[in-house]
């Protein structure tokens, strides 16, 4: 599951055992990811808001579909095969067509999305690239050309959050070696899950 200790589902207790419950997927289990928060419960809480916020709310104006593909392209760029899997599988169930999720990923993966992708979505793209491995080279002009391609700045505010995001998730999974055995991939809880458990 990962390189720390992690506290099993089945000795939780108190707030651990309620936020798990929160958490439980489809497949019955807790993502690996999360539970790897679980000597630190609040952890949890603030991971799964940031989460939802930038890659769930109701109040994003872009569609899932490419909040989640951002997401697949940081985790590629990042050598994060953890996340890539989860939310290239999310990918699918969000597009309901395995081929073109596929086609996308292998387009990412081969650094060259405009195989897969029109200009807009290769622009917000080439943004999260630029944020991922030259964070300190972005300057004014990057948001010009995301505005260019026909982005307000609240849709700009998304791409910025949802890279940003993956940057975090990423490094928590590949520096504590959180690893997806057991899980199923692609079934986080939804906002709805989440909010009403």
Sequence with gaps: MSWIRTVPEAEASGRLKDL?????????????????????????????????????????????????????????????????????????????????????????????????????????????????LAPAEIDQAAIGRLHEAGFDDGEILEINQVAAYFAYANRTVLGLGVDSEGEVLGLSPSEDDWAHR
């Design 20 to 132: 798990y419950e929160r958490l439980r997927g489809p497949g019955g289990r807790v993502d690996n990811i999360m539970a790897a928060h679980s000597l630190r419960p609040h952890g949890i809480e603030g991971h799964m808001a940031l989460y939802r916020a930038v890659l769930h709310h109701c109040d994003n104006r872009l569609p899932d579909w490419l909040l989640e593909t951002i997401g697949v392209y940081v985790s590629l760029l990042n050598g994060c095969a953890y996340c890539v899997a989860h939310h290239a599988a999310g990918l699918a169930r969000l597009l309901g067509d395995e081929e073109r999720a596929e086609a996308i990923r292998e387009a990412l993966a081969a650094g060259e999305p405009e195989r897969a992708l029109g200009a807009r979505e290769c622009a917000a793209l080439a943004y999260a690239r630029a944020l991922t």
